[in-house]
């Protein structure tokens, strides 16, 4: 157990909807990130958030946005769904934001859009 | 920009042999880290070892070691004595201090068969 946690593990859910994974970091971790890996692909860097604002952003659609809370869990909502958003979700933590020597993954959020 | 490359998409070895997977990457950076992640068929990402690039001393945890070789740019994963549990997918990542994300490679598909 990383010590992350997000949810749900599975949705399923149609094209056009809007969806909110959600994770929660380790206890302590002031780092969060999310990662999008497709099916046998690599991971794709979204977006980190460090103690409530956003620190770093990669290749996230606008239709994509994430927010960290100040109890530190960070919500990302994906909206207007499209059959290519289907993928795994990882949020990874960790303690420091430029130093960041190791991130531990939540087991990931799998999402299925039909 | 930082760039990791895998070069062998898919290995596979017989159980109590070593197998090496391979890694380089592009920066232009000094001081950073490199990661060694498995991804069992459960689709966790588990953190297997990590390395400073400061340490000229190569990182070893069990019978998974690593060969950092900060010149060429290139830092293989070395596992012995490999077990059915180490079939997985396995990905190379790296950060540098400063960058706020953990940058992949596209996985090497290891298969250790009985």
Redesign the interface.
């Known amino acids: 157990d990383?010590g992350v946690t997000q949810t749900p593990k599975h949705l399923i859910t149609a094209t056009g909807q809007r969806v909110t994974l959600r994770c929660s970091p380790r206890s302590g971790d002031l780092?969060v990130?999310w990662?999008q890996q497709s099916l046998d692909?690599?991971?794709q860097?979204l977006i980190?958030y460090?103690n409530g604002e956003e620190?770093?952003k990669?290749n996230i659609l606008e239709r994509f946005s994430a927010q960290q809370f100040p109890d530190l869990h960070s919500e990302l909502n994906l909206s207007s769904l499209e059959l290519g958003d289907s993928a795994?979700y990882?949020c990874?933590s960790s303690v420091e934001?430029?130093?960041?020597?190791?991130?531990?993954?939540g087991?990931?959020t799998?999402l299925t859009v039909v | 920009a930082q760039t990791v490359t895998q070069s062998q998409p898919e290995m596979s070895v017989q159980e109590a042999e070593t197998v090496t997977l391979s890694c380089t990457y592009d920066t232009s950076e000094n001081n950073y880290y490199l990661f060694w992640y498995k991804q069992p068929p459960s689709r966790q990402m588990i953190l297997v070892i990590r390395q400073e690039a400061y340490k000229q001393q190569n990182a070893t945890e069990n019978r998974f070691s690593v060969n950092f070789q900060k010149a060429a740019k290139s830092f293989s994963l070395k596992i012995s004595d490999s077990q059915l549990g180490d079939t997985a997918m396995y990905f190379c990542a790296f950060i540098f201090f400063g960058n706020e994300k953990l940058t992949f490679g596209t996985g090497t598909r290891l298969t250790i068969i009985p």
């Open positions: 990383s780092s990130y990662y692909q690599g991971l860097f980190q460090y620190r770093a990669g795994l990882f990874a934001a430029g130093e960041n020597t190791e991130a531990f993954f087991q990931g799998r």
